[in-house]
C-alpha cells in the first residue's frame, strides 16, 4: 500500500525547522530549539550507522521521515524509526518507532497509518526481528490496524 | 545506593561472551553467535556515541554493563541503557533501557534492583530527561520498587 495521491514521503531534512518542530507540537513539549542546532542533529542523523555483521546493507541509525502535501510542500506527518543492535535474536536489530505526530490539518485521512507502514517498511528492510513502540491506552486500537499487538507495559522515569 | 559488598559493576568486553549469552538466555531466544561476531559487536558499541549539541561530555549510544561476583569473576547480571537523541525536549535525550537479566543463581538478592539503579544513574549523567522501559504485566511490581511508573502500553509487530 502506497501513499495516496498528492504526497510524498522522504528523509526529513535541515529545511523542515519549522514545520516539524511545529508538527510536534501536537504530541508534547518541543522547547526553543536554535536553527543551527536542529541543522546539526539532522547531520548527526544523516551520519549515525549501525554496525552490519552481514556487511549487505547501509543501516541508519535514525530514520525520520516526513509525509508531505505536493501541492504545498506543508509537512502533513512526521516519525521516527531508530534501530538498535542487540545480543539476542543472533545480535537481532530492534526497531524502535518514535515521535508520530499527524498535522492536525491533516488528521482524518489516514496518513498516520500510511507513516507508520512507512516506518515498519524501513525496519524489516533493515532486517528488523521485531518493532516495537509505546502509546496511550486510547491508540491501542489504531496500533492495532496497523498490525501492531499488546506486548507489555511501558515504565519511565523522570528527574 | 551502591552495589553491595563482593560485587563489582563494569562494561560488557569480549570476555563476557559465554557468561553474557548463558544470561541473557533466561530472557529470551539469543541463538548461535561466532565469538567474532560478538568480539565485532562489542567494538561496535564501545565506538558509537550520541552527538551532543552541549559538547561537554561522551555520550555512549550503547551502555551494555554486567554485575560481576568479585570472588568468582562470574556474571551475575546484565542489562542496556540505549541513548536516543530527539527533537522534542529541546533536542532531548532519551534512555531506554533493554535485555535485563539475573543469572538464575543470583536471583533474590536485590541484584536486579541495583542493577536498573545503574542503568538509570548512567542515562541521568547523560542528562537524559526521561528513562524508559517495556515489561512484562507481572514485572510491573518490581520496576515501581525501582522508582518507575506506569506510562503507556508496548506494542509490537514481528515478521
Redesign the interface.
Known amino acids: 500500500m502506497g501513499l495516496p495521491d498528492g504526497f510524498y514521503v522522504r528523509r526529513i531534512e535541515e529545511k523542515d525547522f519549522e514545520q516539524?518542530?511545529e508538527t510536534?507540537k501536537v504530541?508534547?513539549?518541543?522547547?526553543?530549539?536554535a536553527p543551527e542546532?536542529?541543522g546539526?542533529?539532522i547531520k548527526?542523523?544523516n551520519e549515525?550507522t549501525?554496525?552490519d555483521?552481514n556487511n549487505d546493507k547501509k543501516i541508519m541509525?535514525?530514520n525520520?521521515i516526513v509525509i508531505v502535501d505536493k501541492h504545498t510542500e506543508k509537512i502533513a506527518a512526521t516519525g521516527n524509526i531508530?534501530i538498535?543492535?542487540?545480543?539476542?535474536?543472533?545480535?537481532g536489530l530492534?526497531g524502535?518507532i518514535?515521535?508520530i505526530a499527524v498535522n492536525s490539518k491533516y488528521q482524518g485521512q489516514g496518513l498516520g497509518k500510511l507513516l507508520i507502514d512507512e516506518l515498519?517498511t524501513i525496519g524489516?528492510g533493515y532486517g528488523c526481528?521485531?518493532?516495537?513502540?509505546?502509546?496511550?491506552?486510547k491508540n491501542?486500537k489504531f496500533?492495532?490496524k496497523?498490525?501492531?499487538?499488546?506486548?507489555?507495559?511501558?515504565?519511565?522515569?523522570?528527574?
Open positions: 516539524v518542530t510536534l504530541l508534547t513539549t518541543v522547547g526553543t530549539i542546532s536542529f546539526k542533529l548527526y542523523w549515525a549501525v554496525w555483521d541509525q535514525y525520520a531508530f538498535e543492535k542487540k545480543i539476542i535474536h543472533e545480535l530492534c524502535h518514535e515521535d515498519v524489516y526481528y521485531k518493532i516495537i513502540l509505546d502509546c496511550d491506552e491501542v496500533y492495532e496497523c498490525g501492531f499487538s499488546n506486548a507489555g507495559v511501558e515504565m519511565q522515569i523522570r528527574k
